[in-house]
């Protein structure tokens, strides 16, 4: 009797040990940041549609395969972490890597700022892109002005964007950036003034009210920052939502080479690959390789396009079965890795 009811007491604690644990599992935080495989998305393709990269105003040519970009999942961030339980799926899923969040952000950040620096490189990659493959196909590239970043609440929120393309202020042309210090130099603090602006190939004005600097008070302020950026001298645009970061620029870079050459740069092949791009076709290495090359292998690609600067990490991966991986640190190997490979021959691998 007494056994029975020692065992029933026993089994009750038990019960409510592990509710709590469970409950403490799925309401506490830990700072940590999970990253898993992604998915792909053919820069050579479409996405409900809609072309990934849309060229018009110069002659373009057929593709075929794919020549995918590749992402990492991310959960948590600057200012959350993730729930007990998650973590200890993570540690114990072989295609996650649990990382300690101040490794991704060790300054104090706010996810709207991660957010808004995605977007920034996630354009500026746009652009290097493009004018790596223009430099390589030896095709001019035009050098406009364009908003780099916003301030949330400043006058030019709701009205500007990351990537517009600045025509004039006022009355005054802009061609540079130091156009457009001059132009605000002449416009009072609370003037409204007139931003012509070029965003998606369409041109429109903002009518904008600014405000006392909060460096000078003499100065008018809009809430921009702006930079030079490289153009196409033909319509060009990458339409890809929810994806943010420089990682893409490579395979971007051979997207464009494809539409822009005369035959299919993969012969149909299924190749995947990530890398950041220069103007100069100078391949940079990125974070996540592992998880990348899981997602990549995952959607049907047997050729994985890896930065040089990566290798180590390659070499220190579970590469996934069937996939061959290609070492590329500019973008002339990397096309040279892409028509070997399409060619039936060897790619030089990581070593």
């Known amino acids: 009797m007494r056994l029975a009811l020692r065992r029933r007491l026993w089994l009750g604690s038990a019960v409510l040990v592990g509710g709590a644990l469970l409950a ?41 395969g794919h020549l995918d970009m590749t992402t990492v999942n991310e959960r948590g961030g600057p200012d959350t972490g993730i729930y007990v339980g998650r973590v200890l799926i993570g540690w114990a899923d072989p295609r996650s890597r649990i990382v300690p969040r101040e490794s991704f952000f060790p300054d104090p950040v706010s996810g709207e700022e991660v957010h808004a620096e995605n977007v920034r490189q996630f354009n500026d990659s746009e652009s290097n892109s493009m004018a790596a493959a223009l430099a390589y196909l030896g095709r001019p590239v035009l050098r ?64 904008i009210v600014t405000a006392v600097s909060p460096q000078d008070p003499a100065r008018a302020f809009l809430g921009i920052s702006v930079g030079q950026a490289l153009r196409a001298p033909f319509h060009l645009t990458v339409t890809l939502e929810g994806v943010g970061g420089p990682s893409a620029g490579t395979m971007f870079s051979l997207g464009i080479i494809d539409k822009l050459t005369p035959g299919e740069l993969t012969g149909g092949k299924y190749v995947a690959g990530t890398g950041t791009i220069t103007p100069d076709g100078t391949v940079g290495g990125i974070g996540g390789i592992e998880q990348k090359m899981l997602g990549a292998r995952v959607a049907g690609a047997t050729l994985f396009l890896a930065p040089a600067e990566n290798c180590a990490d390659v070499l220190d991966a579970d590469i996934p079965d069937g996939l061959t991986v290609a070492r590329i640190s500019t973008l002339a190997e990397a096309v040279a890795a892409v028509e070997a490979y399409a060619a039936g021959k060897a790619v030089t691998p990581c070593t």
């Not at 600045?166 to 001059?182: C, E, K, N, Q, R």
Request: no cysteine.
């Open 144 to 207: 406009i002005v364009v908003v780099s970043s916003l301030l949330t609440g400043s006058p030019s929120d709701g009205k500007l964007e990351p990537g517009d393309q600045i025509l004039a202020i006022g009355s005054s042309a802009v061609t540079s950036v130091d156009d457009v210090t001059a132009a605000m130099s002449g416009v009072t603090p609370g003037a409204k003034v007139d931003v012509r602006v070029v965003r998606g190939g369409a041109e429109s004005i903002q009518s």
């Open 24 to 64: 403490v599992s799925a309401l506490v935080q830990l700072p940590f940041i999970e990253l898993s495989p992604g998915p792909t998305y053919n820069t050579i393709g479409d996405i409900a549609g809609k072309a990934v990269i849309e060229i018009s105003g110069t002659p373009t040519f057929p593709t075929s």
